[in-house]
């Protein structure tokens, strides 16, 4: 059955008292961060997680797991059995943090995220984090929309491709490596219509997310819009 426009604004008006609730109690809360790669998010996500002394976990780094052990286990990154059971087999093996964020692990990790059987594997493992006694901070492309739908503060942050290709290119170039903005912001376009367009938990904003445009904006400024949004969860605004 489909809520009607008027009980869906109900439904949300209860999920957000409620979220304010807790939020007042100083009791479990919950923040979600989604949004495309090299948006910010993940620095959003961890300084939020430091500001209000909440565990984090950067979800991305799930997916570049199973995409490294299946590489490492020499497999096709398109072979979902192999996939699946390397999403399953998780923390069997342990990888080097610099190898799982490079630009190849991110295309790969794209690739086995859009396998319903990898997404269905590591779902548990994020909703356990999710749901850990004191509250938890959450990034990824389906936290606010699959793994905590009912979480208290969901914020979606963007930017244009541009300016995340060009901030591909100034991280690459601080650390010494060349950066080709063409190729970057191809490789941006690419995973945002393969994250975007899959058919299972497809990145997409959550009816009651807040959307925080960073496209302008610079790491501190973004990060005290994000927790202008949480504060404002806090007191219902
Ligand atoms: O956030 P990231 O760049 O580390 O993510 C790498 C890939 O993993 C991303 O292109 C899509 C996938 N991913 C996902 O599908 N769902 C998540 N919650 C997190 C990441």
Sequence with gaps: ?????CTRQAIREQFRLQARRRLEDGAR?????????????????????????????DTGLLYRATAAS???????????????AAARGLGLTEFDE??????????????VAAMPGVREALLETQRAFAARPGGAVLDGRDIGT??????????????????????????LAQRGQRADYDALLADILKRDARD?????????????AVQLDTTHLGVEAAVAEAERIVEAARVGA
């Design 29 to 57: 809360v919950i923040i979600a961060i989604d949004g495309p790669a090299a948006s910010g998010k993940g620095t959003i996500a961890r300084r939020l997680a430091a500001h209000y002394r909440l565990p984090h976990l």
């Design 98 to 111: 610099d190898t799982l964020r490079g630009a190849k692990m991110g295309e790969a990790a794209s690739v």
């Design 70 to 84: 299946l590489l490492q286990a020499d497999k096709d990154i398109h072979d979902v059995e192999a996939a699946v």
């Design 146 to 171: 699959v793994v905590a739908p009912r979480a208290d503060v969901k914020i979606f942050v963007t930017a244009s491709a541009p300016a995340r290709a060009q901030r591909r290119a100034l991280e």
């Design 196 to 208: 975007s367009g899959r058919s299972t938990a497809p990145l997409r904003a959550a009816e009651d």
């Design 1 to 5: 059955m489909r809520a009607s426009g």
